[in-house]
């Protein structure tokens, strides 16, 4: 069997962005003086016109946003320093304020694509041959700016596919006020950045073997107080001090409540490094030595000019954990986690070239230094990039790792290869033609001619690939695996 003559069936289901799906965020309209003359316009509204204005927003936007009047109270805590003045404001203008300073953000209005599966925490109520599952998708609205959302659904005995109808609010995580720290495992994350030296030993000194960010927060604030009162801080420990703030705040943890559902759950930007987008979440139920599981997501993080690699990590969907990946490895896109450690080394997928794949080991999730080359683009419908497409698969002949690659016309590919499943290093098999490439009904969109995965699902011997259309929407697709390992040439061959 060839490559050609595997039959990849196309499911009829199709999920497409969906505009009403819309978020409430702050608006900033300008700078603290703008803020405060708008404020003072509010302020001097008549009283009797401010209960009923309120009514009339409440009554238009309280069946699209739950708990709007929390959500307008809590935004006008945010703006209240802008209030030029110590009167006595009434609850209801409070409300009011804070309507005027949030906006409707349709979170997939411009595209919902690039996919991965997982399997679901709950597998209950299923019948025999059944699996229900976590779908993450790439959401991109207004500004070109990328979360993640997700959606559930069940690959049935007979393997059709249903994916549920989402949930029709969309709500953001209360961010964790005071999140842990380990002080080994920041100070060896400071090293790696580059973030030595005597002000960064005395700022560490001040802090136990696990302290809080508002502990760090002290520390430093301590230590920059000191200099100035000595003989005034020095440019390169200013320096240093925003460093070490920007490290912490990239790590961090968020919180869902149990009773939002997981297509309600949203995970927008929070920190400069993410400013533009969270992009291509490639997620992976790992398991640990112990036999449990965890979740963890690599992904791309974008500024506006630099994309990093990151990582989340969640054994529930409901808490997150963001943590830098830190190391001379860890940069660049694609990278993908193993679904367990090989010879007791995490094990990675990645991509620092632009261009070809690699293979990374580490004793450490977040740490990862070397790397070694594993393909390059050799067929003519990859020559212009590779990269895997999720990560790797175990089956009884090995790892199965989907991959894309980029040809003439910028034309996006899906295709596969397999590693030696107790050396990795190792690839014992390569598909010579495409798995999966844009048919006529999928060339067109807000990027033409792509089809794109971040992460497929192998169950009862079907490979279940969900996967991006022209960087626009997500269909899904199946094939026996079986199929597609027939077909695989040996690098040799």
Known sequence: MNANSIHVRRTSTVLKPDQSRV???????????????????ILSLPEEMVGPLLDEISAEFSQRHQQIHKRFLERFEQVREMLFTDA???????????AYFLAEYSLESAALFNPSIVPHTDQTGLPPGALRFILSLRATGEGHISSITFRTGIIHPDHRIEVLDPAGFLTEPRQI????????????????????????????????????LQELRGSIDAEVDKERQAEGILHEDQNTAQGIWMVARANYEVQFQPEQQLSERIIFPATPSQRNGIEDARFVRFQNDDGSHIYYATFTAFDGKVVMPELVETADFLRFRFITL???????KGMAIFPRKINGLYAMLSRQDNESIYLMFSDNVHFWNEREILLKPSFPWELVQLGNCGSPIETDAGWLVLSHGVGPLRRYCIGAFLLDRDDPSKVTGRLRAPLLQPDQNEREGYVPNVVYTCGALLHKGELVIP??????????????????????????G
């Not at 495992?185 to 802090?207: C, D, H, P, Q, S």
């Not at 830190?326 to 660049?332: F, I, S």
Request: glycine share 10%; aromatic share 8%.
């Open 467 to 492: 996967y991006g259309l022209a960087d626009h929407a997500t269909g899904f697709a199946t094939v026996p695996v079986d199929d597609v390992l027939a077909a695989m040439h040996s690098e040799d």
């Open 326 to 332: 830190n190391g001379p490895a860890a940069q660049n």
């Open 88 to 98: 006595e404001v009434s609850d209801q203008r409070r409300l009011l304020i804070g």
């Open 177 to 212: 006020p005071n999140p842990e720290y380990e002080k080994g495992l920041f100070a060896r994350k400071l090293f790696e950045l580059g973030l030595i030296g005597e002000f960064t030993r005395r700022v560490m000194n001040r802090l136990d073997n696990s302290f809080s």
């Open 23 to 41: 978020l409430l965020r702050p608006f900033n309209p300008g700078d603290s003086q703008r803020v405060g003359g708008i404020i003072a316009r």
